[in-house]
């Protein structure tokens, strides 16, 4: 007899909380600045502040 069921897939496994993954990699005062800033300027843009383009490059695909 042939296997024919689930040959291209992997059991998943739980994912951990957010606050667990915020305790195991604590956050850096540069990341934080950093992502503040990011988030600052996309809603410049956004609103219209900002004449810069915003794209955003979508699916993203992490492997």
Not at 18 to 45: F, G, M
């Amino acid at each position: 007899m042939y296997k024919t069921d689930e040959l291209r897939t992997q059991p998943i496994d739980r994912l951990i909380t957010p606050q667990a993954l915020v305790d195991e990699l604590p956050l850096s005062k540069e990341i934080i600045k950093n992502v503040t800033t990011s988030r600052k300027s996309i809603e410049s843009i956004l609103i219209g502040q900002d004449q810069r383009l915003l794209v955003i490059n979508w699916p993203l695909l992490c492997t």
